[in-house]
């Protein structure tokens, strides 16, 4: 099973009227990791092989701790729970400077071939990388 990890810095414009970052932005920032995770593998969410995509059929957060603008985070992508043409991904958001988990949240994807607007089995390739 690969797992990945990414950096950020908090920018001003996650931040909201309370001070801490959205919690809309939390679904951004997996979704940045993420991209970056397929990238590293070779992929993008359009292309895991074999015509196939994904999409998003769930997305879970828990919300930890306030993240504030400046704070330097590491997000880990570890994939989960394989099954039939789902799969999800894990991830783990830590603030560097003291080690706090601030965010924890899964997202099942599904392989998906945008043609014919339909899932389909997720591409062998694809599967040895993340299994």
């Given at each position: 099973?690969?797992?990945?990890?990414?950096?950020?810095?908090?920018?001003?414009?996650?931040?909201n009227?309370?001070?801490?970052?959205?919690?809309?932005r939390?679904?951004?920032?997996?979704h940045?990791?993420?991209?970056?995770?397929?990238k590293?593998?070779?992929?993008s969410?359009?292309?895991?092989g074999?015509?196939?995509?994904?999409i998003?059929?769930?997305?879970q957060v828990?919300?930890?701790?306030e993240?504030f603008h400046?704070?330097?985070l590491?997000?880990?992508v570890?994939?989960?729970?394989?099954?039939?043409?789902r799969?999800?991904l894990?991830y783990?958001?830590k603030?560097?400077?003291?080690?706090?988990?601030?965010?924890?949240g899964?997202?099942?994807?599904?392989a998906?071939?945008y043609?014919?607007k339909k899932?389909v089995p997720?591409?062998?390739?694809?599967?040895?990388l993340i299994?």
């Amino acid at each position: 099973m690969s797992s990945f990890s990414w950096p950020y810095r908090v920018p001003i414009g996650d931040i909201n009227y309370g001070g801490h970052m959205g919690n809309d932005r939390s679904l951004s920032l997996f979704h940045e990791a993420r991209l970056s995770y397929l990238k590293s593998l070779g992929f993008s969410e359009l292309n895991i092989g074999n015509n196939a995509g994904i999409i998003m059929r769930n997305a879970q957060v828990d919300f930890m701790a306030e993240i504030f603008h400046g704070d330097e985070l590491e997000i880990d992508v570890t994939p989960g729970e394989i099954k039939g043409a789902r799969f999800t991904l894990n991830y783990e958001v830590k603030r560097l400077g003291d080690g706090k988990t601030v965010l924890r949240g899964s997202t099942v994807l599904v392989a998906f071939d945008y043609q014919i607007k339909k899932p389909v089995p997720i591409p062998e390739e694809f599967l040895k990388l993340i299994s």
